[in-house]
T-cell receptor, first 115, second 116 residues
Framework: AQTVTQSQPEMSVQEAETVTLSCTYD???????LFWYKQPPSRQMILVIR??????QNATENRFSVNFQKAAKSFSLKISDSQLGDAAMYFC????????????FGAGTILRVKS | DAGVIQSPRHEVTEMGQEVTLRCKLI?????LFWYRQTMMRGLELLIY????????DSGMPEDRFSAKMPNASFSTLKIQPSEPRDSAVYFC??????????????FGDGTRLSIL
């Protein structure tokens, strides 16, 4: 079974600075998807960014980018120019292509943004 | 476009009562997922459907939980009888899965369930 580990329960960043959230996963599959979801206090689950494992190029979405290291099974999220609205719980998630469409989530990292 | 719609947003009920949570999928989506979020266990998949058919219900905690898709756009998650340990936020998510396409899941706003 696949597992996702987020080793940072909580992170802090100064407004306008850059922060990186860590995620590692365990799988024996060669093709899969990885996602970062954001959950603000309103508790919505918002998709931030996704990466297909077969793509070597790291995904980017505006101020959000990932560092995908397939051999190391690492998938970190970098947030540049942090804003107060970025404060939330961030979840890393794995989706298998072989075993259905379901997501396996990490425990989450709380991100605090200081003004 | 309307997103995934869940109701109710909050539910408070007494132990032993039947609870029904509802979810409307995004139009055109054919996969439906029910998740439960607690402080202790994080986000757990309870069950998911593809084209109205339950594919994996291994996450359903026990027989008190049941889920249905009476049609392609609507699902219910029922707990009967409810217990205090069922208190959690329950999320519904939908996506489109086709032969050549596999889209990300979109989540509803969740139902916060409190069993007294």
């Amino acid at each position: 079974a696949q597992t996702v580990t987020q080793s940072q329960p909580e992170m802090s960043v100064q407004e306008a600075e850059t922060v990186t959230l860590s995620c590692t996963y365990d799988t024996s599959e060669s093709d899969y998807y990885l996602f970062w979801y954001k959950q603000p206090p309103s508790r919505q689950m918002i998709l931030v960014i996704r990466q297909e494992a077969y793509k070597q190029q790291n995904a980017t979405e505006n101020r959000f980018s990932v560092n995908f290291q397939k051999a190391a099974k690492s998938f970190s999220l970098k947030i540049s120019d942090s804003q107060l609205g970025d404060a939330a719980m961030y979840f890393c998630a794995y989706r298998s292509l072989e075993y259905g469409n379901k997501l396996v989530f990490g425990a989450g990292t709380i991100l605090r943004v200081k003004s | 476009d309307a997103g995934v719609i869940q109701s109710p947003r909050h539910e408070v009920t007494e132990m032993g009562q039947e609870v029904t949570l509802r979810c409307k999928l995004i139009s055109g989506h054919n996969s439906l997922f029910w998740y439960r979020q607690t402080m202790m266990r994080g986000l757990e998949l309870l069950i998911y459907f593809n084209n109205n058919v339950p594919i994996d219900d291994s996450g359903m905690p026990e027989d008190r939980f049941s889920a249905k898709m009476p049609n392609a756009s609507f699902s219910t998650l029922k707990i009967q009888p409810s217990e205090p340990r069922d208190s959690a936020v329950y999320f519904c998510a939908s996506s489109f899965k086709g032969a050549l396409s596999n889209q990300p899941q979109h989540f509803g706003d969740g139902t916060r369930l409190s069993i007294l």
